[in-house]
């Protein structure tokens, strides 16, 4: 029975090269995030942006949550993949960083399909769930401040519909979630949601250790 495959760069370039479909406007917005600080760390890989849309479209979503927008990138991959009608809310916290990624949206034709909220997610979530009720999205892709992911991992269970998805990014954070000297914020919070799904019953579940560790929860 074969072990996991370690992922060095020339493994990672053969994948890349074999299955990546990352276009120019993707890439520019890529490159551009890259530039700004702490920009690499903080956006997703192109291959978890291409998942995510595949994610969408094998499961005919049609409205996506997105917990944590930085420049777009990923936003941009998934309203690409729905349909016309189909709809992105993704929540920040500054307005700055969405207001990067809106030109690649709009260059992309998909600016319509996406809603950007400004505020603290926690009371986004929580304003969602008071004017229209649970079970609203079909998928919820959570990859914002990791020391409250459990509270946004509870909200996204109740904004998901049943069957539906949420997709927990920087589940192995860096690999900190094994360090036993890591005992900040972030990595106890990555940890506690981790574990919290593992028992949680209301949930199926598959942690994925690609990128920085991608966890998949269908709500039943």
Same mark, same amino acid.
């Given at each position: ?11 990672? /370039?053969?994948? =890349? ?8 406007? &993707? ?7 890259? /530039? #700004? ?10 291959? /978890?942006?291409?998942? #995510?849309?595949? #994610? ?25 993949? &729905?349909?016309?009608?189909? =709809? ?20 992309? !034709? ?18 969602? *769930? ?7 999205? !079909? ?14 991992? /509870?909200?996204?269970?109740? #904004?998901?519909?049943? !069957? ?16 036993? &000297? ?6 106890? !919070? ?11 019953? =209301?949930?199926?579940?598959?942690? *994925? ?6 966890? *998949?929860?269908?709500?039943?």
């Amino acid at each position: 029975m074969a072990d996991q495959t370690a992922a060095g760069p020339e493994l990672l /370039e053969y994948v =890349r090269e074999h299955s990546l479909r990352e276009d120019g406007i &993707l890439r520019e917005l890529r490159r551009t995030t890259a /530039e #700004l600080p702490g920009g690499k760390a903080m956006q997703v890989m192109p291959e /978890e942006g291409q998942f #995510l849309a595949f #994610l969408i479209a094998a499961t005919g979503v049609v409205d996506v949550l997105e917990i944590g927008t930085f420049t777009g990138y990923s936003t941009l991959c998934m309203a690409r993949a &729905l349909p016309p009608q189909g =709809r992105v809310v993704t929540c920040d916290i500054s307005v700055r960083w969405p207001e990067i990624g809106a030109e690649y949206w709009r260059r992309a !034709g998909v600016l319509d399909r996406i809603e950007v909220r400004i505020g603290e997610a926690a009371d986004l979530l929580e304003d969602m *769930l008071a004017a229209d009720g649970a079970g609203r999205f !079909g998928l919820v892709f959570v990859d914002a401040d990791k020391a409250n992911y459990p509270r946004y991992y /509870e909200l996204a269970l109740r #904004l998901v519909r049943p !069957g539906g998805l949420v997709v927990v990014d920087n589940t192995l954070f860096f690999g900190r979630v094994v360090d036993p &000297l890591a005992d900040d914020a972030d990595t106890a !919070g990555v940890r506690e949601v981790n574990a919290r799904i593992r028992e949680d019953r =209301r949930v199926d579940v598959s942690m *994925l250790p690609m990128a920085d560790g991608i966890t *998949l929860v269908r709500r039943r």
